[in-house]
């Protein structure tokens, strides 16, 4: 029969153990993401894949390429039109309303599965995960601190090099207007040289000329006005501050030309870039949406989010050797020999912080030592017939040069074990 494949760009992902495995980089990726959210108090907010295909029309807007060409959207068998939500931001936001808690603060994290029917290539999937946050509720200023410090810690928790974040201010809604209006004024003698798709952008919005591909339109743009003569001093200082305050942690450049990719955005955006990462270089994105809650129908809720891209964040990684030690229990018994099963079990309940791999199929020591070193083991415990017999085992040292192996009794497995 034939073979059913996955979805192109739709990636399976399995930890066989292997840490130079993309897959096993994403899991860890995603326990230590989380560790950074919990460890500034955020809370999970967990939001159905499926939304009202409204709901990313409303909130991402029609202008932009999400909604227009990548949004997965079909009819139900009610005829309702649904969609794989392609971003979080809408969710959240919208479950907050839901929920009548759009009149407090709250400082939310998520993480999961987003669709966009993307072309695929290194980098860029149908479907890909984000680890997000949004701050809900509060005005410019400290929350455009904490996040930016959130990005700079995540950034320390995995040692990236090669990075840095990008920064700019899209203005309040009056410095944005004054600026589009000129930004259009210096394109309209252009116009003949502009593809289609920056056209369209030209008369939907504006701003997103900016983040044209095209080269020729970024030649055009190298001497148009700049958002830096639009926005307000606190605006402009809101940026020198964040760059000076975080300068000795992380790599921050201001950018007078970022722009993001959803028309919510209003006042501090800002992306991570990374120099290893080829074409999709972003691997983060976030901003302030002031705006959002009351185009979905809720109160006045200033808000500042951002998501980190899981598979482009993961790629970047080098060193995920956990803090926990590894240990590979091995048995050379007979498969149906229970005792070794309750010793291991009675390892694990003396000391949880250890990971203890108990290696289930047949075969030679020599294949499971190799399994061993394969997941990083320092340790190997050894249980075969004789060990069995003597109520021993053996202890064998895998990272330890000087030391080979030691035959103990179970009691000073015990100790051992509880000892790490
Ligand atoms: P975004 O910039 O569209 O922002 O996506 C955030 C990150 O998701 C990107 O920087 C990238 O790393 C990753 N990403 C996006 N598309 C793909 C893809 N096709 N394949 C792999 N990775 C991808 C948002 O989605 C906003 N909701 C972020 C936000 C939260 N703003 C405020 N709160």
Redesign the pocket.
């Known amino acids: 029969m034939d073979k059913i494949h996955s979805l192109t ?1 739709m990636l399976d992902h399995y930890d066989d153990g292997d840490i130079e495995n993309i897959s096993v980089k994403i899991f860890e990726t995603e326990k230590r993401i989380k560790k950074v959210f919990t460890n500034y108090k955020y809370s999970e907010i967990r939001t159905p894949a499926l939304e009202d295909t409204n709901l990313f029309v409303r909130s991402a807007g029609d202008a932009s390429d ?1 909604v227009n060409k ?1 949004i997965y959207s079909f009819n139900d068998r009610n005829e309702k039109n649904i969609a794989l939500r ?5 969710s ?1 936001i919208r479950a907050i309303i839901e929920k009548k808690l759009d009149q407090t603060n709250h400082k939310l994290w998520y993480l999961g599965p ?1 669709w ?1 029917y ?1 072309r ?1 290539q290194k ?4 479907q ?3 680890a ?3 701050i809900l509720g509060y005005e410019e200023g400290a929350p455009e601190y904490e996040i930016i410090s959130m990005v700079c810690s995540i950034i320390e928790e995995f040692k990236l090099k090669n990075c840095s974040i990008k920064i700019n201010h899209l203005g309040d809604k009056e410095s944005k207007k004054l600026f589009c209006d000129a930004l259009v004024e210096y394109l309209e003698p252009f116009k003949d040289s502009l593809d289609e798709k920056d056209l369209t952008r030209l008369t939907k919005n504006p701003l997103r000329v900016l983040d044209s591909k095209n080269k020729e339109t970024q030649s055009i743009l190298k001497k148009a006005p700049s958002i830096r003569e639009f926005i307000k001093p606190s605006a402009l200082s809101l940026l020198e501050n964040i760059q000076n305050e975080y300068k000795d942690i992380c790599n921050i450049e201001i950018d007078y030309t970022l722009v ?3 028309d ?2 209003s006042g501090f955006v800002f ?2 870039i990374s120099s290893e990462l080829g074409a ?1 270089d ?8 002031d705006h959002l809650s009351l185009k979905l129908g809720g109160k006045n809720l200033p ?11 993961a790629s970047l990684i080098k060193d995920i050797a956990t803090s926990n030690k590894v240990v590979s229990f091995i048995t050379l018994t007979s498969n149906l020999e229970s005792k070794p099963y309750k010793i291991a079990h009675q390892l694990r309940s003396l000391n949880s912080n250890i990971i203890l791999d108990l290696q289930l199929s047949e075969g030679s020591l020599k294949s499971k030592l190799r399994k061993a070193n394969k997941n990083n083991s320092e340790y190997a415990i050894i249980i075969g017939e004789e060990e069995l017999r003597d109520r021993t085992a053996v202890i064998k040292f895998l990272n330890d040069e000087l030391k080979d192996q030691e035959t103990v009794s179970i009691k000073e497995l015990f100790s051992f074990y509880t000892s790490l």
């Not at 392609?86 to 809408?90: D, F, H, K, R, V």
């Not at 972003?282 to 949406?289: D, E, H, N, P």
């Open positions: 760009g999400i990548e392609p971003e979080g931001t809408a959240a987003m966009r993307e695929p980098g860029r999937y149908r890909f995960y984000q997000g946050v949004e993001r990719g959803l919510y955005y992306e991570a999709q972003s691997f983060l994105g976030g901003g302030r949406y808000s500042i989010g951002m998501a980190i891209g899981v598979e482009r964040f």
